[in-house]
């Protein structure tokens, strides 16, 4: 199978109907020239989606998601680009052509399938021999013990791997795949002696899938205890990062989807104990903490996330960068309080477990909020320098948390706890933030690393970036000059990237939207969609070109400032005051 040719690709753009493809998801109202609706991406009460049917885009002003009708299906189905393409072209009856690709990349994808099918076929071959072979006897009666019965094991292909050193290296072979192939997908490894051995030996092996069922990796736990580490991963591949991926995933995503909230648990069996007793939105991070990526591939499905981690164990440095990624994505983090020294899995196999641990989760509480409690728990509240302390650990946890009601209740309960005035908490708090300036710095910082997508939580020098970008879209005469006239240092990470981008798809921006850059794309179909709603005039163009000229050479004084360069500092400040004279001008004129 070659690349679909832009041509199709084309094609089924143009015969796909958005506003009936998203209309599966949400529904949408006619306003104006848009139409308009509740995100399907985002839990809101105000509709802030918008769809465009002429142009053929999306975008929420609320979240920042956004893109053509190709991209929605991706993200909705959980595709890829050329899948979302076939299913498309499937559906509104589009016939698809396909060009040659060029034979590198024609080889690394060939390459990329081959590897896909040796991993399907190696977890084909774990899951018969759990069940088949004598030597898995022991494997199945732990996995009995356990509480976990044969239909689940099943579904998520639950195998074992025998006990002789090449098994899987001789099978593999014998199937066509080479050494290389085999060592690629963390299935052989080099032995001290220079030969090959198979990395599993005598283990219950667990799939990792993806969440289309791909088999990407394995997790295998030991079966002796002389047998070295209890579970031994693939190595992390170009193929497999376990990081980014969600045990169960692929068994849990409908669910996910219909509970609006998804359970995460740690280990493997735990996943399985859990589907098996009807929690069939859980999944597995295989670590203690969940991670940012794992986070960034939940927060497209759904926007709670209750943990039943060990939130203790979990590096606490771990959990606040999840939780500023979540914040930044309107996603809440809950932490369901599961036991010391007790796990999910453990839960479902005793008595009432099941009813205990759905408790839990109805009482989930707010991952800030428990972390902060973990820390006054632990604190001797007699002793100022452990009052010290508490507080040093507490400013980062709740600067976090974003501003809100919430961060007022615990703000107030710390204060109680530790005898500090309010006010002297918030301080810490604000002092905390990875946004704020210290003294000397320009009134208006730089745009925060926290990472956003809600319009609402724009810097005013973006806000005027998107303004003046999407009147380029709409008066691409003048926007061109705008385009070469604009700078890096006028401009935003992202905004120098839609420059760029802009600067050759200035004529006929929506029909070619970037599908590598999901950020660039969501950030043109705004664009778009501002351009053909919002009025554009040449003066307002211009004043907010002189705005962030102004900006630029804001900078530009403080670093010379900095640098102790009083003559270019004084130069610059002579061609600021210049400026200002322009912006004022202009102002009077666009009225
Ligand atoms: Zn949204």
Same mark, same amino acid.
């Given at each position: 199978?070659?690349?679909?040719?832009?041509?199709?690709?084309?094609?089924?753009?143009?015969?796909?109907?958005?506003?009936?493809?998203?209309?599966?998801?949400?529904?949408?109202?006619?306003?104006?020239?848009?139409?308009?609706?509740?995100?399907?991406?985002?839990?809101?009460?105000?509709?802030?989606? *918008?769809?465009?049917?002429?142009?053929?885009?999306?975008?929420? @002003?609320?979240?920042?998601?956004?893109?053509?009708?190709?991209?929605?299906?991706?993200?909705?189905?959980?595709?890829?680009?050329?899948?979302?393409?076939?299913?498309?072209?499937?559906?509104?009856?589009?016939?698809?052509?396909?060009?040659?690709?060029?034979?590198?990349?024609?080889a690394r994808?060939l390459q990329r399938r081959r590897l896909g099918e040796l991993l399907d076929r190696t977890a084909g071959f774990y899951a018969?021999y759990l069940?088949?072979a004598?030597e898995s006897?022991?494997a199945?009666?732990?996995?009995?013990?356990?509480?976990?019965?044969?239909?689940?094991?099943?579904? @998520?292909?639950?195998g074992y791997a025998p006990s002789a050193w090449d098994t899987v290296l001789l099978r593999g072979q014998r199937a066509g795949f080479d050494v290389g192939q085999l060592r690629a997908v963390g299935l052989a490894q080099k032995g001290r002696g220079g030969g090959e051995y198979d990395r599993f030996r005598e283990r219950i092996m667990f799939p990792i899938r993806?969440?289309?069922?791909r088999t990407l990796g394995f997790g295998g736990r030991a079966m002796r205890s002389d047998q070295g580490a209890k579970y031994v991963n693939t190595a992390e591949t170009d193929f497999f990062h376990k990081s980014h991926m969600?045990?169960?995933?692929?068994?849990?995503?409908?669910?996910?989807?219909?509970?609006?909230?998804?359970?995460?648990?740690?280990?493997y069996? &735990?996943?399985?104990?859990?589907?098996?007793?009807?929690? %069939?939105?859980?999944?597995?991070?295989m670590g203690?903490?969940?991670?940012?990526?794992?986070?960034?591939?939940?927060?497209?499905?759904?926007?709670?996330?209750?943990?039943?981690?060990?939130?203790?164990?979990?590096?606490?440095?771990? !959990?606040?960068?999840?939780?500023?990624?979540?914040?930044?994505?309107? !996603?809440?983090? =809950?932490?369901?309080?599961?036991?010391?020294?007790?796990? /999910?899995?453990? !839960? !479902?196999?005793?008595?009432?477990?099941?009813?205990? @641990?759905?408790? #839990?989760?109805?009482?989930?509480?707010?991952?800030?909020?428990?972390?902060?409690?973990?820390?006054?728990?632990?604190?001797?509240?007699?002793? /100022?320098?452990?009052?010290?302390?508490?507080?040093?650990?507490?400013?980062?946890?709740?600067?976090?948390?974003?501003?809100?009601?919430? %961060?007022?209740?615990?703000?107030?309960?710390?204060?109680?706890?530790?005898?500090?005035? /309010?006010?002297?908490?918030?301080?810490?708090?604000?002092?905390?933030? /990875?946004?704020?300036?210290?003294?000397?710095?320009?009134?208006?910082?730089?745009?925060?690393?926290?990472?956003?997508?809600?319009?609402?939580? #724009?810097? *005013?020098?973006?806000? %005027?970036?998107?303004?003046?970008?999407?009147?380029?879209?709409?008066?691409?005469?003048?926007? +061109?000059?705008?385009?070469?006239?604009?700078?890096?240092?006028?401009?935003?990470?992202?905004?120098?990237?839609?420059?760029?981008?802009?600067?050759?798809?200035?004529?006929?921006?929506? +029909?070619?939207?970037?599908? &590598?850059?999901?950020?660039?794309?969501?950030?043109?179909?705004?664009?778009?969609?501002?351009?053909?709603?919002?009025?554009?005039?040449?003066?307002?163009?211009?004043?907010?070109? =002189?705005? =962030?000229?102004?900006?630029?050479?804001?900078?530009?004084?403080?670093?010379?400032?900095?640098?102790?360069?009083?003559? %270019?500092?004084?130069?610059? *400040?002579?061609?600021?005051?210049?400026?200002?004279?322009?912006?004022?001008?202009?102002?009077?004129?666009?009225?």
């Amino acid at each position: 199978m070659a690349l679909i040719s832009a041509e199709s690709v084309e094609r089924v753009k143009q015969a796909a109907d958005i506003v009936e493809v998203i209309s599966a998801h949400t529904d949408l109202r006619r306003q104006g020239a848009r139409w308009v609706g509740l995100c399907p991406f985002h839990e809101e009460r105000t509709p802030s989606f *918008s769809v465009d049917a002429q142009e053929r885009l999306y975008h929420c @002003f609320g979240c920042g998601v956004g893109g053509d009708t190709i991209k929605f299906v991706e993200e909705k189905e959980g595709l890829n680009f050329a899948e979302a393409v076939e299913l498309l072209a499937d559906r509104y009856g589009v016939e698809l052509e396909r060009e040659r690709e060029d034979p590198q990349a024609e080889a690394r994808r060939l390459q990329r399938r081959r590897l896909g099918e040796l991993l399907d076929r190696t977890a084909g071959f774990y899951a018969g021999y759990l069940w088949d072979a004598p030597e898995s006897a022991k494997a199945r009666e732990y996995l009995g013990e356990r509480g976990l019965g044969e239909e689940v094991l099943r579904e @998520f292909g639950v195998g074992y791997a025998p006990s002789a050193w090449d098994t899987v290296l001789l099978r593999g072979q014998r199937a066509g795949f080479d050494v290389g192939q085999l060592r690629a997908v963390g299935l052989a490894q080099k032995g001290r002696g220079g030969g090959e051995y198979d990395r599993f030996r005598e283990r219950i092996m667990f799939p990792i899938r993806d969440r289309r069922g791909r088999t990407l990796g394995f997790g295998g736990r030991a079966m002796r205890s002389d047998q070295g580490a209890k579970y031994v991963n693939t190595a992390e591949t170009d193929f497999f990062h376990k990081s980014h991926m969600l045990y169960g995933i692929d068994r849990a995503k409908e669910a996910i989807a219909k509970a609006g909230r998804a359970l995460v648990v740690e280990g493997y069996t &735990d996943v399985l104990a859990l589907h098996q007793a009807g929690f %069939r939105e859980s999944v597995g991070v295989m670590g203690t903490a969940i991670t940012e990526e794992q986070v960034k591939a939940l927060s497209g499905m759904v926007d709670t996330v209750v943990l039943a981690l060990d939130a203790d164990a979990a590096g606490q440095e771990a !959990m606040l960068r999840a939780q500023r990624v979540a914040a930044g994505r309107k !996603m809440r983090l =809950l932490v369901a309080a599961v036991p010391a020294g007790e796990d /999910p899995a453990e !839960m !479902m196999a005793a008595e009432g477990g099941a009813e205990r @641990f759905r408790a #839990l989760v109805e009482e989930a509480m707010d991952l800030a909020a428990y972390q902060v409690g973990l820390v006054l728990d632990r604190t001797d509240t007699g002793s /100022p320098a452990e009052r010290d302390r508490a507080m040093a650990e507490i400013a980062p946890i709740l600067a976090g948390m974003g501003e809100g009601a919430s %961060r007022d209740d615990i703000v107030r309960r710390v204060a109680e706890r530790l005898d500090f005035e /309010p006010a002297l908490v918030m301080g810490r708090v604000t002092a905390a933030q /990875p946004t704020s300036g210290g003294p000397g710095q320009a009134a208006e910082a730089e745009p925060a690393p926290v990472p956003r997508r809600g319009g609402g939580e #724009l810097t *005013s020098r973006e806000r %005027r970036e998107r303004s003046l970008l999407a009147m380029c879209i709409a008066l691409p005469e003048q926007g +061109s000059g705008y385009l070469k006239r604009l700078t890096e240092q006028h401009l935003s990470t992202l905004g120098i990237r839609a420059v760029a981008w802009l600067r050759s798809n200035l004529q006929d921006p929506a +029909s070619n939207l970037p599908h &590598d850059d999901d950020e660039l794309a969501g950030l043109i179909a705004e664009l778009v969609i501002v351009a053909n709603d919002e009025p554009a005039s040449v003066e307002a163009m211009e004043l907010n070109f =002189l705005l =962030l000229e102004q900006r630029r050479i804001e900078n530009e004084i403080a670093a010379a400032g900095e640098r102790d360069d009083y003559e %270019r500092r004084a130069l610059l *400040s002579r061609e600021r005051a210049e400026l200002v004279e322009r912006i004022a001008r202009t102002e009077r004129v666009g009225g």
